[in-house]
T-cell receptor, first 116, second 109 residues
């Protein structure tokens, strides 16, 4: 299984809602990532988990809360989002981190989030 | 800071013509460079990375540290190459992938 699976594929939520995005991989990868991609823009890194510990937070607002319950799962909890947070949220994983290691990132299909 | 520049938003070529997608980077340490491709309605996927020096689907890319470039080349474009191409850089700690703005390649018949 060489896939990163994200659920749901589409999500519409109100500004007062609480929702979660889920990401799963069974490749034994030890690094997992959340990216945000606005239309016609490149993916922007939000968070990196390495060995289930948060290693990078790119100054993301606290209304986005990541969680890594185990080495195969990554969640992104959403609360009190704004309409400008509407975007495609991509999850990715890689075997490891560190220069020369197998840092190829495998991406999921993404969750298209609309905040109304 | 890591920065990747792809100067062309759109590159349009005829089938059979050579293709060069430009990528320049800025990074003070030892970078790891990648090309990712996104075909219509498909997920982002790795095309090439400099460390493996391979040719995938006829594409090659050479890291030029003097010019801080990692241009993607293919001698004869095919219609199925039409896609969005992103150049990306990972720094020495290998845990932060930064993408360029992307170049849309359109191959016309």
């Amino acid at each position: 299984d060489t896939e990163v699976t994200q659920t749901p594929k589409h999500l519409v939520m109100g500004m007062t809602n609480k929702k979660s995005l889920k990401c799963e991989q069974h490749m034994g990868h030890r690094a997992m990532y959340w990216y945000k991609q606005k239309a016609k823009k490149p993916p922007e890194l939000m968070f990196v988990y390495s060995y289930e510990k948060l290693s990078i937070n790119e100054s993301v607002p606290s209304r986005f809360s990541p969680e890594c319950p185990n080495s195969s799962l990554l969640n992104l909890h959403l609360h009190a989002l704004q309409p400008e947070d509407s975007a495609l949220y991509l999850c990715a994983s890689s075997q490891g981190t560190g220069y020369g290691a197998l840092t190829e990132a495998f991406f999921g299909q993404g969750t298209r989030l609309t905040v109304v | 800071a890591q920065r990747v520049t792809q100067p062309e938003k759109l590159l349009s070529v005829f089938k059979g013509a050579p293709v060069e997608l430009k990528c320049n980077y800025s990074y003070s340490g030892s970078p790891e460079l990648f090309w990712y491709v996104q075909y219509s309605r498909q997920r982002l996927q790795l095309l090439l990375r400099h460390i493996s020096r391979e040719s995938i689907k006829g594409f090659t890319a050479d890291l030029n540290k003097g010019e801080t470039s990692f241009h993607l080349k293919k001698p004869f474009a095919q219609e199925e190459d039409s896609a969005m191409y992103y150049c990306a850089l990972s720094g020495e700690y290998g845990n932060k992938l930064v993408f360029g703005a992307g170049t849309i390649l359109r191959v016309k018949s």
